[in-house]
């Protein structure tokens, strides 16, 4: 996703009830905006950022829904 031009983030499409997204608390329309602390203004550091939390216990993710910024924790087992 952009805004005025610059990266804010990864926008989330069509998350289907039941569906593991849903069961995480995205809806569609839902903009990440950072995880672990880290914004995700580019596809390599999505990438980059799915290879360093790939062993995590616990992931902090920072999203944008309807204009609100919103934060959301998980506990990995």
Same mark, same amino acid.
């Given at each position: ?8 983030? #990864?926008?989330? +499409? ?11 608390? %995205? $809806?569609? =329309? ?16 999505? #990438?980059?950022? +799915? ?11 920072? %999203? $944008?829904? =309807? ?11």
């Amino acid at each position: 996703a952009m805004r005025d031009g610059k990266p804010l983030g #990864l926008r989330i +499409y069509v998350v289907r009830p039941g569906s593991v997204f849903a069961a995480l608390g %995205l $809806e569609s =329309g839902d903009i990440i905006t950072a995880v672990g602390g880290e914004a995700l203004i580019s596809a390599e550091k999505v #990438l980059e950022l +799915y290879t360093k939390l790939h062993d995590a216990t616990a992931i902090h993710v920072e %999203l $944008e829904r =309807g204009g609100q910024p919103l934060a959301l924790d998980y506990a990995i087992k």
